[in-house]
């Protein structure tokens, strides 16, 4: 697939899937997104439109499940594709104009504030963060016979993220995140996802509890920084981090961007690596002979029983092929938003100007021009020559181009290395079996995904 602005020959639209006279793909968006957008590829190609929505009210997404086409929107012209949508909008005022969604100057002037904190050498130092609290998962399996991976990674996730903005104020923020995230995240979705919304200003019970939990988590995100700007030492975590930055010519963040990055970063450093997590365990407990290859390379790297840390991640190759794995078969960000600033050429057909596109990575991960037998779980998949011969936006999980997420060397370090503690002490078994899915603002396991747990010997 390929782009151009030149529109000099007739357009010609990509094709419309099929849906209702009545409400077009609206029930089938509803009930299973990414079903959808699998289905999609398979009956009608790389490149289609949904119509959403009764007559009158409709509105048209189209739908891009190629490399090249999120290569061109998310790299080559990424100025031509800006997160413009309704979605985003939602998730703005649900969670701030952090890096997720901020644009332009104020996109930039973040980004050069908060990039060097996320450095490999900087982030590496996080290691001890995340070994640590995943022994205390670990810990708490003893004794027992089955685990709720889900929830127990979610825990575990929060946890590290929280530990690493907030230090020794840990438990100060963590009961307010686990009470409004959930309601600030479903709300968001469901109003970008709308047709026609509720007004933000009707006092409904709906819109009162979002805002009684918006209030809540940003009083306390206010709260902590207010804190730490008045000890006159903001301290060494990620937050002390972000009051501290500066650019070269003394720039700073006020403390509403301090906050937005501080919710960016609960959003984007928690809830995703939790699914890669579980989602990981799960994959491992159906594959056995690929569990036994990983506990092989972590007794051979870690056999004095020592705990893993950044050092070793070049030491555990395998481990980190399952990562990648679990993340191209459930990616976190399962399909990313844009909206098309000029007419594009995409493989001889038009996305007009103003455009709405779900680029789908959960997609692009199963297309079988890319990926043999693409629902077979193969850590191999990622060996460097395989890597090497795939077009490179074959597998995005962190997005890509000059707003690839900022936060993936991290993701990779905190899902490998709790693995890592985790496998060390445990074998896991899962049923044969897919676990159903669910997309909000990232995928989720729409159902329980119980593994069995027996401690090594």
Known sequence: MSGTASLSAPRRLPPVVDGSPLVGSLPEMLRDTLGAFRRARENHGDLVRFHIGPPGLRRTMYGAFSAEA??????????????????????????????????????????RLVQPLFTRRGVDTYDRAVVDEARVTADSWKGERTVEAASAM????????????????????I???????????????????????????????????????????????????????????????????????????????SDDEIRDQVLVFLLAGHETTATTLTFGLHLLGRNPQVQRRAHEELDAVLGDGRAPRAADMERLPYLERVVKEALRLYPAAAAVGRRAVVDTELDGMTVPAGSDIAIASYVIHRHPEYWDEPERFDPDRFLPEAEKARPRYAWLPFGGGPRACIGAHFAMLESVLALAVLLRRYEVTAEDRDVRVGYGITLYAAQDVTVEVRERG
């Open 70 to 111: 999120a290569q061109l929107m998310l790299a080559t012209r990424a100025t031509d594709f800006r997160k413009d949508n309704a979605f985003y909008e939602e998730v703005r005022l649900g969670f701030g104009n952090g890096l997720l969604t901020s644009q332009d100057e104020a996109y930039l002037r973040q980004r």
């Open 154 to 173: 979610e825990q575990l996730t929060l946890r590290i993220v929280a530990r690493i903005l907030f230090g020794a104020d840990i438990d100060e923020a």
């Open 175 to 253: 009961p307010a995140v686990r009470r409004c995230f959930p309601l600030i995240s479903d709300t968001s979705l469901k109003r970008g996802l709308g047709l026609n919304p509720i007004p933000r200003g009707w006092p409904t019970p709906g819109n009162r509890r979002y805002e009684e939990a918006r209030t809540e988590l940003y009083g306390v995100c206010d709260q902590l920084i207010a804190r730490r700007r008045a000890a006159g030492d903001p301290g060494q975590d990620l937050l002390g981090l972000l009051i501290q930055a500066r650019t070269e010519d003394g720039e700073s963040l």
